[in-house]
């Protein structure tokens, strides 16, 4: 039941609320109360005077109580090799004060951030944890602040090193920028990672900083099956005072090694020899290609890691060096470093580590700045063709949208496989439900490309033809050959010797019009510069391939203009690829690992003359705000189902790459 109150005390109760509200008005005025009224009314009611003096809230917006109640944050981030920057969450005048006690500190206007010298690291976090406000700071780790220190030490004019004892012959081919390489891998002890642009002779820099250290031979070299011949012929070429008996291809599983100089190995044998490797010690490894080794959970990984573990000295080549995110790069550092950083302290500093109920999640990226920073001062020196190239010719690239009346969008199979993607809820059904999608695709092309290469060898240009499914790569054998064209075709099926003799004849024979080439087997290790035009007839979706295979064409020994063409087809996968690749591109660009890929300002034609399209108008068929309008669409629709709609689904499709189309053998794929 209910208690009824008295008149008494309704009388104390209002006189209370009144007691309440003028007190709260005086503190806003900075007014002590002197009205002792109210204290003898409520004399009588002790314990809701004291209730009352308990719960008494304070006025927000009293400026000392408005700071009080915030939550300040701050985060501390390396910007120059001697320079922090501490940026906190909101302009708070305490704090600029504190700054301001600080010698070195200056401020930034643009960015209104202020930075300080890391001599006075230790000072200022000191101070801030003293202050009053009690400010909340994320602070840089400790390891990579004592990297920055020991940097300082050390960071002192030193003598170059003395070259005579390198062949003479690779000392001479050695480009300015190549010998800067060279002599930035000694002074690691020939401990780095050489991440030059694709085309720049990572190959030379490498066995340069290799035969400096020569008294730490045996030489084990560990490479991509594909390419292992090309090092051999490297070697003969650039160090000519090695015997070629020195020179030793580990064929098989069985094969011996006795008292030769160099070995040269694929991964997938080193795998599975790595027990037999291991007893004979390696004093010098170098790694080609070592984006290969991205995931430290691979058997691959683990086999090198055993491997590099007895080296004095090991140099990984890669002009990808993280094909689509920064965690990427961690496994490849630790080959170098071994005791860099903890997997998780680097996951979420520079990876926006999130923890979830499956564990952490680093496919994210943070404090780009300061990771490229800390990699060139540690262990990774890259340059792009933009800065050291400038003789180099540029790529042109060019956007062919594929003539729609051509395209086979409408199929009931394409219509079957895009409602299957909508359906599916296991990462393993999106898997297999997108690679179903993305082969429907290379059907409903063939007719569009066909024509395409047609008018292409008509015109009688020299180029290479990549596509991804076997059926656009045969589509393509079957028109040359019925234009009598001559053509080289390398897939997964060419074995390493037909590949060089393939190469070689494309180069040599101006009658050789074509190279129809595999995106996934033929986009590294080869050099096809007789040709200055390359036409992807296909997409993919990982950005550092591309451009590996665009650098087949433009490196070293081109003499001309370099074009790039890309077919798309829309109303299909094309649709969706393309914004995929843009946003992959923007965060490898954000650590300093710029791939020179971009899609905003190239040109655009149709296959047709039917007038000329924006790139622009054809990635909003994909962007979100474009979807937006088109909400009320059904995506589960099967009459006029068009693949402009359900687009995020399907870029989330895309976004598992990383885990389920590595274990793919895509050679083999339709």
Known sequence: MSKTCSPEEIEKKRLLALERRKQAQLKTQNITPRNNFTHQQLKPNTNVIKQYKQNNRFSPIESRNFFKSSSITGKCYMISNDRFALETSSFIPAIIETFKTVPSRLYDPKSRIWNFHINDYENLMQKLIRHELKISITRIPETVLQVFKRNLKFDIQTSEPDLSKIDKTLIDTLMPFQQDGLCYGISKNGRC???????????????????????SWPL???????????????????????????????????????????????????SRAVDTLQKHIYGFVILDESHLLKSNKTVRFQAAQRICAQAHHVVLLTGTPALSRPIELYS??????????????????????????????????????????????????????????????????????LDPALIKAGTKEMKKKFEQMQKTTTDFDKHNAMLQYYYESSIARLKAVSEYVKDLFEKKRKCLLYAHHQNILDAICDVAESMNIQYIRIDGKTTSEQRKYQIDKFQEHDDYLAAVLSITAANAGITLTAAHLVVFTELFWNPGILCQAEDRVHRIGQNDNVIIQYLVAKDTADDYMWPLIKKKMDILNAVGLNQDFSINDVNTTMQKETGQQNLNSFVTISSPKKQSDKKQKDCSTTEDISTSTCIDEFKELLEIDGEYFDSCDWDDVM
């Open 220 to 270: 084990l070299i560990v490479v991509p099956s594909s390419v292992r011949f090309q090092w051999s012929e490297a070697i003969y070429e650039f160090l000519p005072s090695i015997p070629a008996q020195y020179i030793h291809h580990f064929a098989n599983t069985k094969d011996y090694i006795g008292d030769e100089k160099i070995t040269i190995i694929s991964y997938d044998l080193l």
């Open 332 to 401: 490849q550092i630790n080959l170098i470093i071994p005791r860099f950083m903890k997997y998780e302290e680097y996951g979420i500093r520079y990876c926006a580590g999130q923890k979830t109920a499956f564990g952490w999640d680093f496919t994210g990226f943070s404090n780009m700045q300061e990771l490229q920073l800390l990699l060139k001062m540690t262990c990774m020196i890259r340059r792009l063709k933009a800065d050291v190239l400038n003789q180099l010719p540029s790529k042109i690239r060019q956007v062919i949208i």
């Open 193 to 215: 990672i050489i991440a030059d642009d694709m085309g720049l002779g990572k190959t030379i820099q490498a066995l340069g900083i290799a035969y400096y250290f020569k008294a």
